[in-house]
């Protein structure tokens, strides 16, 4: 007879967070992260399947299970290298991918209990390593030619440091100020640190890749011109462009796009006004309309920034919110109010043209649309008037259009994406492109897959060249 | 970091930079925008590009001191830095062969407007020159222009030097054939040019610098309503017709934040910021 199996937990192990009540007054980060003991602790619970279902739900493949059980020998030095054959990035995505959708929907714990809680693991040991110094590996030698990466999110900076660890001089032309994409403009301080995101670029710098800011390509150099120097060329411009509603009063003050309010709290850093220059106003009375991770940010940033009542208003309901559980919870505890079924008509505005309340009106939800969600339907007569100081419109973003502008020959669909096959391959030879600005407003993560298959793309199209 | 290769004060509180930018000199066309950082506390600046001297590498900008970080920047020497440069910025001003272009420029952005209005001379066109300020030691560039334009008029708010105001503009739309004017101001004298010129039906072009973070089409801040549409100066732009802009909702979102301005001022001549 074989030993008897110890008895698997079934529970996740809870990951330390700010308590709600101080966490409202302050920008720190809200979870704390595991210990040590901790991530032994949860990562005993994996199970070690055979076919690792994790890792097909896992769009960098990296090898879950294996990185796993380097946690249990206590191997953390191994077990980050593990993290790092698959992804660049780990303290990032340690915190902002959807892994309850991903690598955690298909683990075999979840079907008996909680799922391994992979996502923290992977926090814990790039946070591990952050705290002892990066560790730079050898890579293969130089090819001697060069790609240009253009925009330093998560698609440019993952298809950078690939192509850097296959020998490749990779520079990157970054429009903002700081690399980091969404990850520095977009998220919040209390949910990504932005102390991480520009630790994780120097780590990419040491990589090799040259990390040029302030370099808006299309108006600086034109593709065209990259391919002079170039070998081969990785557009990753993302969805930048914010969305409105085309409603009357939209353009009142006090009405902001997520992007505007988001950019200015972080990339801006307008929670510490005035010691940094940019300011925000947040009234008392906050309506942020749209149901997504970033509706949510815009939240619990207003919350933070002094508002006394922040509510989200959203079309449809609960259950078609895009927004990970996990901030949809941590949202709730921190007080943010949901208004589901409710969709603003139009602004008004007080004789200072600023926006004192908001016409709203009801909606009932029909058949399922394109999205699969189902479509929301106004109830006629159903129009009420709220009052509010201060909206915050998140209701998606648009791809960046300056390169499809000054591309000829880039073949773009009319949602003003640009067109590639599976590996990000153009229209044009040599350019590549992925991220959002193929897909339209998506993950982190499958940013960083596109990133990903396209360096293996570039480096196929340039070996044989 | 961007150095600063030449700084002039042109009038008091009124400073000309020339910073070192040749990959931006190379691609600068009138019309168009940077926006800079002076440091890592910065706020993004955008200032409209008033020459691009290729040889030199340099770009022109001219900053009248009225906030926080106008004044510190006032505050920077020959061969000091900035943090970040970022252009050039917004679609370049339509440069044609049209005919007699009237170009009105006030306060700082008649040093731009002498860059567009090289542009339109090379072009080929005549150029009558319209030049303002609040009071005569204000008025920038009155050589400059001068020496560029067919013609040159002086107007001041106080009428102490020049025409008293934009009014004697009537009679000269009235008297001569104008093809097309180019308005760069202050909100409110592009709106009385616009006015001005309503009647005969001349095209106006108004260039908006409103409130922007990014300046390139990201934020959204700088929407403004053109004939009933909501545009971005920063990438629609910089360049509109001035009959279709609405003045009076871009007035009222440029003062969104002015409390935090005055207090960022004050925070500032307090000696405030550690960074």
Known sequence: ?465 | MYKIVAKRELVPHTSLFEFSAKEITAKTKPGQFVILRIDEGGERIPLTIADANVEKGTITVVCHEVGKSTKQLGSLKEGDCILDLLGPLGKPAEIGKFGTVLCVGGGVMVAPLHFQVKAFREAGNKVIGVIGARTESHLIFEDEMREVCDELYVATDDGIRGYKGLDFLKELLKERKIDRVIAMGPIVTLKTVSELTRPHGIPTIVNLIPIMVDGMGMCGACRVTVGGKTMFACVDGPDFDGHQVDFEELMTRMKMFTPQEKLAFVFYEQGGRSL
């Not at chain 1, 990779?170 to 991480?196: C, D, M, N, Q, S």
Request: proline share 6%; net charge neutral.
């Open chain 1, 1 to 465: 007879m074989s030993k008897p199996k110890p008895k698997i937990k079934k529970e996740v192990v809870p990951m330390p967070k700010q308590d709600p009540k101080e966490r409202i007054r302050n920008f720190n980060e809200v979870a704390l992260g595991y210990t040590e003991e901790q991530a032994v602790a949860e990562a005993e619970r994996c199970l070690q399947c055979v076919k690792a279902p994790c890792v097909q739900g896992c769009p960098v493949e990296i090898d879950i299970p294996a990185f796993i059980q380097l946690i249990r020998e206590r191997k953390f030095d191994e077990a980050i290298r593990k993290v790092k054959e698959g992804n660049s990035l780990p303290a990032i995505c340690g915190r902002v991918c959807p892994q309850e959708a991903q690598c955690q929907a298909n683990c075999t714990m979840g079907k008996v209990g909680d799922p391994i809680s992979i996502g923290r693991l992977e926090r814990f040991l790039a946070d591990w390593e952050r705290q002892r110094g990066y560790e730079i590996l050898q890579h293969s030698n130089s090819t001697g030619k060069r790609v240009a990466i253009v925009g330093a999110g998560p698609a440019g900076l993952t298809a950078a440091a690939d192509l850097a660890k296959l020998g490749y001089e990779a520079v990157i032309f970054e429009a903002l100020h700081k690399p980091g994409g969404v990850l520095i403009y977009g998220i919040p301080e209390f949910r990504l640190p932005k102390k991480i995101v520009e630790e994780e670029a120097e780590y990419i710098e040491k990589l090799g890749v040259t990390i040029k800011t302030n370099a808006m390509i299309g108006k600086l150099y034109t593709i065209k011109e990259l391919l002079e120097q170039f070998d081969a060329v990785f557009i990753g411009t993302g969805a930048g462009l914010p969305r409105f509603m085309r409603i009357p009063g939209e353009n009142l003050c006090g009405i902001y796009s997520a992007n505007e309010f988001l950019i200015r709290v972080n990339l801006m850093k307008a929670y510490d006004f005035p010691r940094f220059d940019t300011p925000v106003f947040v009234g008392e009375k906050v309506a942020v309309i749209g149901g997504g991770n970033t509706a949510m940010d815009s939240a619990r940033c207003a919350l933070r920034l002094g508002a006394k009542e922040v509510k989200i208003v959203y079309r449809r309901s609960r259950q078609e919110m895009p927004t990970r559980a996990e901030e949809v919870e941590n949202a709730e505890e921190e007080g943010v109010v949901f208004e589901f079924l409710t969709n603003p008509r139009r602004f008004i505005g007080n004789d200072r043209g600023w926006v004192k309340a908001m016409e709203c009106i009801r909606m009932r939800l029909g058949e399922p649309d394109a999205s699969g969600r189902r479509r929301p339907i106004p109830i006629e007569d159903s129009e009420f008037t709220t009052d509010v100081d201060t909206v915050i419109m998140a209701i998606g973003r648009t791809p960046n259009p300056i390169i499809q502008q000054t591309t000829e020959g880039l073949q773009v669909t009319k949602w003003g994406t640009i067109v590639t096959d599976e590996n990000g391959k153009t229209s044009i030879e040599g350019v590549y492109a992925g991220g959002d600005i193929v897909t339209g407003q998506a993950t982190v993560i499958s940013a960083m897959g596109a990133g990903k298959k396209a360096a293996k793309a570039i480096h196929q199209y340039l070996m044989k060249k």
